[in-house]
């Protein structure tokens, strides 16, 4: 039968989307079902106003071969008519799909649109194609059946362009490369889709000439949605007649009419955004305490579904900041752990460390980072209740020397009292840090499938003292200890400052050193020198985030760059925020390198102010008079994803030497939906969709894959799904980039402040929100929660067409 469940009058109705289709009074459609089991039909109509297109024969034939194709239950027959007569008629209702081929001005009368739309309200499948964009140009209702309605400005001309894939479990999709090339005729819109429609590809505005006031890099092109009852895709390619021989382009119509016929499921809901609800659920702090959620510096969920959120050390203005060297209590503060439980909706403290992080404002030689920086959870913290925590214990800091302990130790969670039980205590792990002068402390932490523990670390570095570029400055030392020098740290093989550390936490509270790590700890050089088998990935500048895809154990980075606002033909780049895709041990670059390996200007006594050498990316020496360990250290990596206050991915020529001219004037932005400006990344997760769990609030799997990346600032700074390319290229290049930007809502009511999220084990994503300070907390400091509220796939299964129903398709 056509529709399963139809009536035996063949009576069928579906209420109408809210606010997206008028109510006409208009009889509804009968649609009997069709006279064959297998009889599935497509009604292709080509009517236009003036001159008929030169693509509607190419289409005709090339729908027409499409249905002959494929298994028999997924086969169609075509009726093509270029009269709108048929719209009155009752057996349009004979016709699973309705095709608009071309349409190019008021083609339908109102009694003939009355009709389409009660066919639609039935549960009919509606595909236009290009120009059916431009069809019934005074209808509201058509308007919504579309999407979007053509600009003025759209390019007349045939361009060859790349057509970015995203979504990859549509049925018209699914089969397609990631980055399509093809040519055709590209459209440009009044006003865009995205977001009110679910965009299953867009195409790539910097491949081709779009004209003026092209909308960006965010242009749909491809997409569909659940409309009045019925099922709406709409393509605008297929504008040149020549769309219709490729192979590419006929899977694409014949996976939109695979769906739009009922013969397969498709989720055209997953983005939308109105299908999510972002909910804060912790309440303010009570004013002069930390009861709810303290300075918000991390999240992590347990199996459970609890969630712990750690504060770093910062209080609240109430509370006071000692900054005087010579009091004992010089940034003494709270770094709290609050437990989120979602069955009570209630934040309760569960314990505090007493650390070095009550410091805040002030300059480079005032203020200071450091505090409870970290929070993990043990594999098997249902049974044995393991807590990891990252922090500097005050009660270690030298008020002599400026120099702190940075620790990672485990404790327990009393199950009984729900309290962190503060003398159960082990020390895995601790290294000195220098705390005269801000900044970069990192630390995150992540586990992957072999239970390895990673841990972030920032350069331990100031941001002044080299103009915003490398902060490579040996100079300014306090009482012998380096603090502008990240070669000290970051560029050095004997520091776990500026690292990503990789341990396997015993039982008994030490550690063991996984294969794979960059270093084994024994390797020396001419130079002498030592290494620290801890160290997993080196030359990272303060990597606050960090996540492990436990399905390919790949880990995903970001930090932030130097303070630079433009480059500089004397010292290289301008400030880089930075993500990275990371399969194995490495060399990130930093303080040598950034981006795609753009070198910095090397500086050393007995003057750093006059520049010296270019770094070489691929073969670098740490020639640091502060540097302990190797001169010759590893080549660095190209990173994935970088951005700056001009844009994504600055690119510039190179000489001979491989050294850019780092001229604004010549500089290529490579990813045009990054800007930057005040800008502090926060790495996120990859989503791993569970099939098998029944939650009700879980993303779609229509984010399966992909890696979440956004930034601390929520004005034109990165809050992105991006697609990575398949393999495991060193520095490859995002493939597609969305915006979620209005599902993670940003302003001054949103989530201004982006500081960490994560994925529950119920597939909602929680989202810390750190508040409008800095180095304080204050109410809008809070947990949100963002679940899916867009509903399963359409059309339900007991409603796909007989053929591919008895097949099972879809389930």
Known sequence: MLLAGALAAGLLSAPALAGQAPDRSVPKLALPSPPGGEDVRVLVFHGATGEESPTVN????????????????????????????????????????????????????PEQEAGLESYLEAGGGFLGVHDAARAEPYSDWFTGLIGARPAANSPQKTQRATVEVGDRQHPATKDLPVEWKRPDKWLNWKENPSGSVHTVARVRTSTYDPGKNSGGWDHPVSWCRDYDGGRSFYTAMGGTAASYEETDFRTHLRGALMWTTRLARADCQAAITSNYEAKRVTQPNQPGKNDQIGEPHGVVTAKDGRVFTIGRGGADADQPVVTDWNNPDIGKGKGQVHIYDPKTGKSTLAGELTVFG??????????????LLGIELDPDFAGNGWVYLHYTPHSEINRETHMAERRVSRFTLDKATGKLAMDSEKVLLKWPVQIHSCCHAGGGMAWDSKDNLYIATGDNNSSQFSEGY?????????????????????GNTNNLNGKILR???????TYTLPDGNLFTGK?????????????????????ARISIDKKTDTLYAGWV??????????????????????????????????????????RNLPDPSKPQGWYDCDHLKNESPNNDGLVNIPPARSNNIWYSPQGGGPDYPRNADG????????????MP??????????????????????????????????????????GDQPRHAVVMPEGKAVGAPPVHAESLKKIIPVGEKGIRNLMDWKFAPDGSLYVLDYGRGFFTSDDKSALWQVTYKGGPPTPAAGDLAEPALRKGAGR
């Open 58 to 109: 190419a289409g005709i034939e090339a729908i027409e071969k499409i249905g002959q194709q494929g298994p028999a239950q997924e086969r169609f027959t075509i009726q093509a008519t270029g009269d709108p007569a048929i719209f009155t008629k009752p057996r349009l209702g004979t016709f699973n799909a309705v095709v608009f081929l071309t349409g190019d001005g008021d083609v339908l009368d």
């Open 358 to 371: 009550n410091k805040g404002g002030g300059d480079e030689l005032v203020k200071n980072e450091e505090g």
């Open 470 to 490: 490398s902060g490579n400055n040996p100079q300014p030392n306090f009482k012998g200890i380096s603090f502008a020098d990240a070669r000290r740290t970051a």
């Open 503 to 509: 341990i396997h936490p015993e039982d008994d509270g």
């Open 523 to 543: 390797e020396t050089d001419e130079g002498g020198g030592k290494t620290r088998g801890e160290i997993y990935v080196m030359g990272v500048r303060n990597p």
């Open 561 to 602: 760059g130097p303070d630079a606002a433009e480059p500089s033909e004397t010292w290289g780049p301008a400030k880089y925020d930075t993500f990275a895709r990371i399969n194995s041990a490495g060399n990130q670059g930093w303080p040598y390198c950034m981006g795609n390996k753009q070198p910095y200007r090397d």
């Open 659 to 670: 050294v850019p001219s780092y001229k604004v004037s010549e500089q290529k932005l490579t």
């Open 673 to 714: 939906w990054l800007k930057g400006g005040g800008q502090a990344t926060m790495n996120g997760p990859v989503y791993r969709f569970d099939k098998d769990s029944d939650s009700k609030d879980k993303w779609p799997s229509y984010w399966e894959g992909k890696w979440f990346v956004g930034d601390f600032y929520d």
